[in-house]
């Protein structure tokens, strides 16, 4: 079973092997090419993304307050470069920060600098998917994925969507790891005791936070009342 959240400082160093994934995979990669996931976004423009919520969100930990946000911002003629760049200015920021320091983030958790390094892990493990790397994710990181969408995001997804139905319990199970969670019916569904669900859903735990981000991955296998937990597996519970 997996300890979630990590301790703060523990994802520094899977921060800096996505990160290093990252850059490799645009080393190798044409930056023309599609990414099927992301609209119309083009490598180019996924890196620009990541590249420049990485330089945000160092901002954010070095200030500790809100910050103006241009993710779109142009970046340098060496795209590489720039996103390497980008990478280090945030592991750096990361490295020196006091996790327990008061901090502006947009989560429903307290306001500290810890926030983030969970964040930027997670930012970068599904843009990294989205890159067409192979990386193989750390299954239990893919987990912590998983929880931070529903102890983080699903909450607060009023802010970016309707609330998703669920009418009644559904399991949410990673298959590799153990790990399990049962979302409850509200506006919008929470987290509560494991109690016989009326749905389930079982994978790997990389193919769940996938699919809890709305990327390709591996149909989770359903069990119970399908269409109830297909329904939520399809509603929007991220921004």
Known sequence: MTTMPFAPRDY????AE?????TEALRTTDPAAPVPDCGDWTVADLATHLGNVHRWAATV???GEVQPQDFA?????DLVAW???SAQLLLGELEVADPA?????FGGTGKTKAFWF???????AVHLADSGSGHALDPAVAADGVDEVLTVWLPRVTRWHPAPSLAA???LRATDTGDAWTLHPGQPPALGPAVEPAATAEAPARDLLLRLWKRTATPPRLSGDTALAGQFLRAPVTA
Do not use: D, I
Not at 12 to 15: A, E, G, S, T
Not at 18 to 22: Q, Y
Not at 73 to 77: I, P
């Open 12 to 15: 520094l160093p899977v921060l």
């Open 73 to 77: 911002a142009e970046a340098s003629a």
């Open 101 to 105: 320091a008061p901090c502006w983030h």
């Open 61 to 63: 930990v070095r200030t």
């Open 18 to 22: 996505l990160t290093g994934a990252f």
């Open 83 to 85: 996103y390497a760049e």
């Open 118 to 124: 969970r964040r930027q892990v997670h930012e970068t």
């Open 169 to 171: 319990p559904l399991a």
